[in-house]
C-alpha cells in the first residue's frame, strides 16, 4: 500500500485554478476547500498507474489520500469503527473482490453505513453500475477517458468535494452523537453500548472486564455554594484527570450528573482498583482551581469496583459497582470499595 508520506505535500485550493483554466467547466465552491483539507480518501483499484494518477490528481487538490489495490485488504481498514477516512473511491472492476463486493461488506458495519463510496467505472451501462449503486454505493464516476480532461477532473473534483463533505459532515454527528459536550467524555448512550461490546468481548475471549462507578462527593453544595459554573468547572476538571488516568483500551463516561462509568477491558479486580485508588488520592491531594474563585476547591469522589462475573447482564454489573458506591458514600465518602464475592470489601491495603 502506497502511503501519504511517498509524496509530496498536497497544494491546497488549487481546484479554482484549474476551473479557470476551461471556461466550460464548472465552477467549484472554493469554501469547499478549507474543509477538504481534512477529508481522508480511500482509493481502490487494481491497477497501479491508476491509483499514482487518481492519486497525484487528489493530492494536487487538497486531499489526504491513501491507496491499495486490493478491495478486501480496504475492508479490512475500514473495519474499525475509528478508521478516519471520509470518502472512499474504489474501482467496480477487479480480481477477487470486486468493487460491489466492497461497498457490500462495509454497508454491513454500521459505523459505515454513512461513508460515502463513489464507484469508478469504464462504461455508464446499468448492468455495471446499477448493481452497486443497489449495494449501497453513493454516487458512480466515469473513468477519464484520456489524461488532464480538464471537463472529466472539473466534475470528478466537484463529486469528490460534494461526498468528502457529507463523509467529515458525518463523522462530525457521529462524534457528537458519542460525547458529552460538557467534558468531552464518551455520553451514556455511546457508553451503554460499549459496556454490551465490552461485555461479548470479555466472554467470548475469556479475559477479565472491571468497571467503576464513580460519582463527586458533596457536588450539590459546590453547585449551591459557588454557583453552576464552579459546578461545571469541577465536572471538566475532575474527567479531565479521569481521562487522563485512563489507559488508551479504558473507556471513561459520564454517565450521568456528576457520575463517571469506567470500563477496564481485558483486566481484573486488584489491577483496576489500583488504578482508581491512584486516582482518588491524587485528586483528593490536588484541589481542582475553578474560574473566578479566589482559592481552588477540594474535590473528592467515592466509587464502586466490580467485575464481570458468569450470570451478569451490563445492568447487574453497573449494580453491583452502585451498591460498592453506596456503601462508600455511606460509610463516610472519599473511598472506593470493592464489590466481590457477593460482599462490598475495601481495598486490600
Ligand atoms: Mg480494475
Given at each position: 500500500?502506497?502511503?501519504?508520506?511517498?509524496?509530496?505535500?498536497?497544494?491546497?485550493?488549487?481546484?479554482?485554478?484549474?476551473?479557470?483554466?476551461e471556461d466550460s467547466c464548472v465552477v467549484a465552491r472554493r469554501d469547499f476547500n478549507f474543509a477538504m483539507t481534512q477529508a481522508?480518501?480511500?482509493?481502490?483499484?487494481?491497477?497501479?498507474?491508476?491509483?499514482?494518477?487518481?492519486?497525484?490528481?487528489?493530492?494536487?487538490?487538497?486531499?489526504?489520500?491513501?491507496?491499495?489495490?486490493?478491495?478486501?485488504?480496504?475492508?479490512?481498514?475500514?473495519t474499525p469503527p475509528d478508521h478516519g477516512f471520509h470518502l472512499v473511491i474504489s474501482d467496480l472492476y477487479m480480481p477477487e473482490m470486486d468493487g460491489r463486493a466492497l461497498v457490500e461488506g462495509l454497508r454491513k458495519l454500521p459505523h459505515n453505513k454513512m461513508l460515502p463510496v463513489l464507484v469508478l467505472t469504464g462504461s455508464p451501462d446499468w448492468e455495471d453500475v446499477v448493481p452497486s449503486l443497489e449495494a449501497g454505493a453513493s454516487d458512480y464516476v466515469l473513468k477519464e477517458?484520456?489524461?488532464?480532461?480538464?471537463?472529466?477532473?472539473?466534475?470528478?473534483?466537484?463529486?469528490?468535494?460534494?461526498?468528502?463533505?457529507?463523509?467529515l459532515l458525518a463523522e462530525q454527528l457521529d462524534r457528537m452523537s458519542r460525547t458529552d459536550s460538557l467534558t468531552d467524555l464518551f455520553n451514556r448512550r455511546h457508553g451503554t453500548q460499549r459496556l454490551d461490546e465490552?461485555?461479548?468481548?470479555?466472554?467470548?475471549?475469556?479475559?477479565?472486564?472491571?468497571?467503576?462507578?464513580?460519582?463527586?462527593?458533596?457536588?450539590?453544595?459546590?453547585?449551591?455554594?459557588?454557583?453552576?459554573?464552579?459546578?461545571?468547572?469541577?465536572l471538566i476538571e475532575v474527567a479531565s484527570r479521569l481521562a487522563e488516568m485512563s489507559r488508551e483500551s479504558d473507556c471513561v463516561i459520564r454517565w450521568g450528573g456528576e457520575e463517571f462509568l469506567v470500563l477496564f477491558p481485558e483486566t481484573e479486580?486488584?489491577?483496576?482498583?489500583?488504578?482508581?485508588?491512584?486516582?482518588?488520592r491524587e485528586l483528593g491531594g490536588s484541589p481542582v482551581c475553578v474560574n473566578?474563585?479566589?482559592?481552588?476547591?477540594?474535590?473528592?469522589?467515592?466509587?464502586?469496583?466490580?467485575?464481570?462475573?458468569?450470570?451478569?447482564?451490563?445492568?447487574?454489573?453497573?449494580?453491583?459497582?452502585?451498591?460498592?458506591?453506596?456503601?462508600?458514600?455511606?460509610?463516610?465518602?472519599?473511598?472506593?470499595?470493592?464489590?466481590?464475592?457477593?460482599?462490598?470489601?475495601?481495598?486490600p491495603v
Amino acid at each position: 500500500m502506497i502511503t501519504p508520506d511517498d509524496h509530496e505535500t498536497p497544494q491546497l485550493g488549487s481546484f479554482g485554478d484549474v476551473c479557470r483554466s476551461e471556461d466550460s467547466c464548472v465552477v467549484a465552491r472554493r469554501d469547499f476547500n478549507f474543509a477538504m483539507t481534512q477529508a481522508r480518501i480511500l482509493f481502490v483499484d487494481d491497477s497501479l498507474p491508476m491509483r499514482l494518477r487518481y492519486e497525484a490528481l487528489l493530492r494536487k487538490h487538497g486531499f489526504a489520500v491513501e491507496t491499495t489495490g486490493d478491495a478486501s485488504w480496504a475492508l479490512q481498514l475500514l473495519t474499525p469503527p475509528d478508521h478516519g477516512f471520509h470518502l472512499v473511491i474504489s474501482d467496480l472492476y477487479m480480481p477477487e473482490m470486486d468493487g460491489r463486493a466492497l461497498v457490500e461488506g462495509l454497508r454491513k458495519l454500521p459505523h459505515n453505513k454513512m461513508l460515502p463510496v463513489l464507484v469508478l467505472t469504464g462504461s455508464p451501462d446499468w448492468e455495471d453500475v446499477v448493481p452497486s449503486l443497489e449495494a449501497g454505493a453513493s454516487d458512480y464516476v466515469l473513468k477519464e477517458r484520456q489524461e488532464h480532461d480538464p471537463q472529466w477532473q472539473g466534475e470528478f473534483l466537484a463529486r469528490v468535494k460534494n461526498h468528502a463533505q457529507t463523509g467529515l459532515l458525518a463523522e462530525q454527528l457521529d462524534r457528537m452523537s458519542r460525547t458529552d459536550s460538557l467534558t468531552d467524555l464518551f455520553n451514556r448512550r455511546h457508553g451503554t453500548q460499549r459496556l454490551d461490546e465490552e461485555i461479548f468481548r470479555s466472554r467470548r475471549y475469556g479475559r477479565g472486564l472491571a468497571v467503576c462507578l464513580m460519582d463527586i462527593d458533596h457536588f450539590k453544595k459546590v453547585n449551591d455554594t459557588h454557583g453552576h459554573q464552579a459546578g461545571d468547572d469541577v465536572l471538566i476538571e475532575v474527567a479531565s484527570r479521569l481521562a487522563e488516568m485512563s489507559r488508551e483500551s479504558d473507556c471513561v463516561i459520564r454517565w450521568g450528573g456528576e457520575e463517571f462509568l469506567v470500563l477496564f477491558p481485558e483486566t481484573e479486580m486488584e489491577e483496576a482498583a489500583g488504578i482508581v485508588e491512584r486516582f482518588r488520592r491524587e485528586l483528593g491531594g490536588s484541589p481542582v482551581c475553578v474560574n473566578r474563585q479566589l482559592f481552588p476547591l477540594e474535590i473528592t469522589v467515592s466509587g464502586g469496583v466490580a467485575v464481570l462475573e458468569p450470570q451478569d447482564t451490563a445492568e447487574s454489573l453497573v449494580a453491583r459497582a452502585d451498591s460498592a458506591l453506596y456503601k462508600a458514600k455511606e460509610s463516610g465518602r472519599n473511598k472506593l470499595l470493592l464489590a466481590q464475592f457477593g460482599e462490598v470489601l475495601p481495598i486490600p491495603v
